[in-house]
């Protein structure tokens, strides 16, 4: 299965400032998401990052305030903007080869804004 | 749009006796299901999948059951050990959707030794 690297591990920010993820996938893969996991809480997909296009969101979640980058078949950016405290949580990317294969995930980025 | 509702969302068995997780999905069009199990801190890691083409799975003590006409599936875990003490989510997808996943709300399960 395909290995998925995330960075930072984890990050504090300030309120008001914006942070970049970064998302590497070690081999190609058609689909790369987006998800957010707050404490204790299931995992709610933000957005399908799509190679090459703008991603898909969503309801609930903005490009605005979460502008996403997929320059590649290995990489995807989300970066969460203007943060607020109610934006501390993990945010995790997850990999798909293909619809015929299991999506994976990645260790996560916790964040906390404070 | 599609709804996962997973129930219990805590569960408790002793070292050796079985457990049972339900999901139920609303989309009659979802047609793949993965379990995933998420210890303290670290990634969700896939356990177990069913196709829709399938009733059932099974690998070693874990095993899943699906039921299309019913729309729900379950995940079996048999002769259960401390070490599958974590939280499980359950999640399913369309293929013409992307193969995005929309989790259910998680069981933590506690096995006591």
């Known amino acids: 299965s395909a290995v998925i690297s995330q960075k930072p591990s984890r990050d504090i920010c300030q309120r008001g400032t914006s942070l970049t993820i970064q998302c590497q996938v070690d081999?190609?893969?058609?689909?790369m998401f987006w998800y957010r996991q707050q404490p204790g809480q299931s995992l709610t997909l933000i957005a399908t990052?799509?190679?090459?296009?703008?991603?898909?969101?969503e309801s609930g979640f903005v490009i605005d305030k979460f502008p996403i980058s997929r320059p590649n078949l290995t990489f995807s950016t989300l970066t969460v903007s203007n943060m607020s405290p109610e934006d501390s949580s993990i945010y995790l990317c997850s990999a798909r080869t293909d619809s015929n294969q299991p999506q994976h995930f990645g260790d996560g980025t916790r964040l906390s804004i404070l | 749009g599609e709804n996962v509702e997973q129930h219990p969302s805590t569960l408790s068995v002793q070292e050796g006796d079985s457990a049972v997780i339900k999901c139920t999905y609303s989309?009659?069009?979802?047609?793949?299901f993965p379990w995933y199990k998420q210890e303290l801190g670290k990634r969700p890691q896939l356990i177990i999948d069913?196709?829709?083409?399938?009733g059932e799975k099974k690998d070693q003590r874990i095993a899943v059951t699906l039921n299309k006409t019913a729309k729900h599936f379950s995940l079996h875990i048999t002769e259960t050990q401390p070490e599958d003490s974590a939280v499980y989510f359950c999640a399913a997808s369309k293929h013409n959707q992307g193969g995005k996943l929309i989790f259910g709300q998680g069981t933590e399960l506690s096995v006591k030794p």
């Open positions: 990052a799509n190679q090459g296009s703008e991603a898909t969101y």
């Open positions: 069913i196709r829709s083409n399938v």
């Open positions: 989309d009659s069009a979802s047609n793949y």
């Open positions: 081999s190609q893969v058609t689909m």
